[in-house]
C-alpha cells in the first residue's frame, strides 16, 4: 500500500481507502483503491477493492483523492485516473447503495472525466484533489496538486454541482522551484483550541493549511495562512521552502487528514514506507502501512501544528509501567521493564537545571539532520543526549536512539531532537538516515516531554508535545520479540532528571476482523 486516500467518517463507520496493487508487493502502473473500514481508527476490516482501473479515462491506475459529504449525507469521492492516453484526470465516484453500511461499492459517473487535463501541463503531472470546502457563493472548491517548469501549483476548482468544474484564473498557490506537488490538504485549524473543525468552516477563528507533498524530496511540508474565498486567495504566513514546517521529519508521506464529527477532531493519517530494499519486500510479500492516526491542531502560539496519537490507543494499553523523580546521571541507562518493549506506547518527560552551562551553538542556517547525524547518540555533550533507546538488543549492539540535546546561543536555550538510525540494525543495506529538528520549547520553563509509539519495525515518536515528530522503519535483527530492550539514558556530562514516565504495552490491533463481526456490532 501506499498514500491513504478519502478518509471519512460516515454513518457511525470510519472509512479508509488507500492505493493498493492486488497482484503484488510493490507499486505497479495498475494502482487500484483498496478499503478497510473501522469503528474505532484502531481496528480495521478489510473490504472488496473499491475502485478499479477499467475504464478508458483511468484504465491506467486509480491513483489518490479525496471523499466529500454533500449535503443531504451523500459521500463522494474525486480520484485521479490515469487514462487511455495515460493523461492524469480527475474522476467522479459515487456509492452504489447508500444503505450498505459499509459503502462497498463504488460507482463512476459515466460522464467522467469531470476535469481534464489543463493546456500547458504535462500529462503525467496533474493528480490528487482534495476535500471539497464550500463558500457562501454556493460553489464547492477543490485544489489538484501540479507543476510547471518545476513550479509547484495548486490549481484550484470551482463548482455548483459537483460535476462541472472551472479552473479559477489563478492557482491557490505556487512556489517556484519546487517541483510538482502531491497529495495537497487544505483545511481550517481553530485559532484557540485543539478541537477540529468542518473542511467548509470559514471564520476569523480560524486559520488554514495547506500542505503539499514535494516528489522530488517524498517530504510533506505546511503552511498556515490566511484563506478568503471571496478574494480567492490564500497568503500563508511562512512560504514554504526546504526548511520550513513538515507534519515529520522521518519517513511520513502522501498524508490526508478529515474532520472527525464524533469527536470533533482532525485527524492524519500518511504513508509510511519501507527502509528495506525491493528484493525484501518481495521476500516478505508486502510494502508500505499507514502511520498510527494522529490529531492534529494549531498550537498556540499559531506558528506551527500540534500532533499526538489519537486517544483510542488506550484500547491496545495494558501493563502500565511508571516512574517519577529518577536522576539520570552521565551514562546513566535506566531499564523499562514490564512491558513489551517491541509493541508499546511510552510517555517520558525531562527536568533539567542549570541550564547556563549548555553547549554554545549558533542555529542560524544550520540543517539539525546533518548535526544529528554528526553528533550522534554516541557523542557525549553537555546536556544531551538524553532521551530513549527503543528496539535495543541487550548489549546495546541494535538501538534506536531518539533523543534531545539543548544548546545555548546569546542567552536563548534551544532544543534539537534526533531520530537515530544508524545502530538500528545489524543488517547492511537498510537507509539508516538519522533524523533531525528543532523543537520549539523553552527548556527554561518547560520540561522536555517525548512520546514514542513502537510497534516491531515502526518507531513513531512526538517531541515536545507533539511540536516535533518523526516516524521511522527499523528491521532489527537480535533486538526482535522478547528480546527487543527499552531504555531510557543520558549520555551528556550534566545529569537529567525523569520527572515522569509512563509506558504500556500496546496490544495487537485487530486489523483482519472477520467483516461479519463489524457488521453485527453496527446493526
Ligand atoms: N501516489 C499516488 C499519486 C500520488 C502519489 C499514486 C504520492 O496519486 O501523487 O499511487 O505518493
Not at 312 to 328: K, M, Y
Not at 428 to 435: A, H, M, Q, R
Not at 461 to 467: I, P
Request: glycine share 6%; hydrophobic share 35%; net charge negative.
Amino acid at each position: 500500500m501506499n498514500d491513504p486516500n478519502g478518509p471519512m467518517y460516515y454513518n457511525g463507520v470510519y472509512h479508509l481507502f488507500y492505493q493498493h496493487n492486488p497482484f503484488g508487493p510493490l507499486f505497479s502502473d495498475q494502482m487500484y483503491w483498496a478499503h478497510s473500514v473501522s469503528h474505532d481508527l484502531i481496528n480495521w476490516t478489510p473490504l472488496d477493492l473499491a475502485i478499479a482501473p477499467t475504464q478508458p479515462f483511468d484504465i491506467n491506475s486509480c491513483w489518490s483523492g479525496s471523499a466529500t459529504i454533500l449535503p443531504g449525507n451523500k459521500p463522494v469521492i474525486l480520484y485521479t485516473g490515469i487514462d487511455s492516453q495515460n493523461r492524469q484526470v480527475q474522476n467522479l465516484a459515487v456509492p452504489k447503495n447508500l444503505s450498505d453500511p459499509f459503502l462497498r461499492e463504488w460507482v463512476k459517473y459515466t460522464g467522467n472525466p469531470v476535469i481534464n487535463l489543463p493546456d500547458g501541463i504535462q500529462h503525467d503531472d496533474f493528480r490528487d484533489p482534495t476535500t471539497a470546502w464550500f463558500a457562501d457563493d454556493g460553489k464547492w472548491r477543490i485544489i489538484v496538486g501540479s507543476q510547471k517548469d518545476k513550479t509547484g501549483i495548486a490549481f484550484l476548482y470551482q463548482s455548483a454541482d459537483f460535476v462541472n468544474w472551472t479552473r479559477h484564473e489563478s492557482p491557490l498557490h505556487e512556489v517556484a522551484g519546487t517541483g510538482i506537488w502531491e497529495c495537497p490538504d487544505f483545511f481550517p485549524v481553530m485559532i484557540d483550541g485543539t478541537n477540529g473543525v468542518d473542511t467548509s468552516v470559514m471564520s476569523p477563528t480560524v486559520k488554514h493549511v495547506l500542505k503539499v507533498g514535494l516528489f522530488d524530496y517524498a517530504r510533506d511540508y505546511y503552511m498556515i495562512g490566511d484563506y478568503s474565498p471571496e478574494k480567492e486567495n490564500y497568503v500563508p504566513k511562512n512560504e514554504l521552502t526546504l526548511g520550513t514546517l513538515r507534519y515529520d521529519y522521518g519517513k511520513y508521506y502522501a498524508s490526508k487528514s478529515f474532520f472527525d464529527p464524533v469527536k470533533n477532531r482532525r485527524i492524519l493519517m500518511a504513508w509510511v514506507n519501507e527502509s528495506d530494499s525491493v528484493a525484501d519486500d518481495i521476500a516478505k510479500g508486502w510494502s508500505g502501512l499507514q502511520s498510527f492516526p494522529r490529531s492534529i491542531w494549531l498550537d498556540r502560539n499559531q506558528k506551527q501544528l500540534v500532533q499526538w496519537p489519537i486517544e483510542e490507543i488506550e484500547l491496545l494499553h495494558e501493563n502500565e509501567v511508571s516512574l517519577q523523580n529518577e536522576n539520570l546521571e552521565d551514562g546513566s541507562l535506566h531499564e523499562i521493564q514490564g512491558i513489551t518493549a517491541w509493541q508499546a506506547d511510552v510517555k517520558i518527560s525531562f527536568k533539567l537545571t542549570n541550564l547556563e552551562v549548555a553547549e554554545e551553538l549558533d542555529p542560524s542556517g544550520i540543517d539539525p539532520q546533518l548535526i544529528c547525524s554528526e553528533m550522534d547518540a554516541s557523542k557525549k555533550g553537555k546536556f544531551g543526549p538524553f532521551g530513549l533507546l527503543a528496539l535495543a538488543s541487550h548489549d546495546l549492539t541494535e538501538q534506536t536512539a531518539i533523543f534531545f540535546r539543548v544548546f545555548q546561543n546569546n542567552g536563548r536555550y534551544f532544543v534539537l531532537m534526533c531520530s537515530d538510525q544508524s545502530r538500528s540494525s545489524t543488517r547492511n543495506g537498510l537507509d539508516k538516515t538519522t533524523y533531525g529538528a528543532f523543537v520549539d520549547i523553552y527548556p527554561q520553563q518547560d520540561e522536555i516531554s517525548l512520546r514514542t509509539l513502537i510497534d516491531h519495525s515502526i518507531v513513531e515518536s512526538f517531541g515536545g508535545g507533539g511540536k516535533t515528530c518523526f516516524t521511522a522503519r527499523v528491521y532489527p535483527t537480535l533486538a526482535i520479540g522478547e528480546e527487543a530492550k527499552l531504555f531510557a539514558f543520558n549520555n551528556g556530562t550534566e545529569s537529567v532528571v525523569i520527572s515522569e514516565l509512563s509506558a504500556w504495552s500496546v496490544k495487537k490491533a485487530q486489523i483482519n476482523i472477520e467483516e461479519t463481526v463489524v457488521y453485527r456490532s453496527i446493526i
